[in-house]
């Protein structure tokens, strides 16, 4: 949360990439320090994706990709934290400046699907895949898809991207 209010104040175009992910490592330290609960290492290296860079699968960013968080434009954060009791792993996408209709309208549908699984009471022995398909199905009814996981199980020291996976 830290993190999104930092980037929320800043200007468009006043950022790059990089920026993003070396504040990144800052707020997690700082907050690890806080809370009695170092940061002992990443748990993978951040996917920090701006525009088009945001929609390539496992994007590493680096001095010669970097590219700033352009007005109008969607920005990827996929990153996550070795602890001393846990690894944790998390996406978000915001938009930079103001959202177009579009933008509002995926992320209605995203947002729907997240509360459809949020709200589902399954049974023992539900596959990961099927629970994907409801977290799918607002999307789906729109003609619109992903093309990853909707979610993985995360280890603790180990790999972050564990099963049940899509």
């Known amino acids: ?8 104040r800043q200007k468009p175009g006043s950022l790059d990439e990089i920026a993003v992910v070396t504040r990144l490592e800052e ?21 920090s994706g ?8 496992h994007y590493r960013v680096s001095r010669a990709t970097s590219r700033k968080l352009a007005d109008g434009e969607l920005f990827l954060l996929d990153s996550g934290g070795q602890y001393q ?5 998390i996406t978000r996408t915001v938009p930079i400046g ?3 209709q579009e933008m509002r309208e995926r992320f209605t549908l995203v947002l729907k699907g997240m509360i459809g699984i ?5 049974p023992a022995g539900t596959r990961g895949s099927e629970i994907d398909a409801v ?6 009814r729109h003609g619109c898809d992903f093309a990853h996981g909707t979610g993985h199980g995360v280890g603790s020291y180990l790999a972050v991207h564990e099963g049940p996976q899509r």
């Open 98 to 100: 103001e959202p177009t």
């Open 50 to 57: 701006a525009g088009p860079n945001g929609a390539i699968m």
């Open 1 to 8: 949360a830290k993190l999104l209010c930092w980037l929320d």
């Open 27 to 47: 707020v997690r330290r700082q907050t690890g320090e806080e809370t009695q609960m170092p940061l002992r290492d990443v748990s993978f290296d951040t996917i």
């Open 135 to 140: 977290a799918r199905l607002a999307l789906w």
């Open 85 to 89: 009791d846990g690894t944790t792993d």
């Open 118 to 122: 949020s709200m589902l009471r399954f």
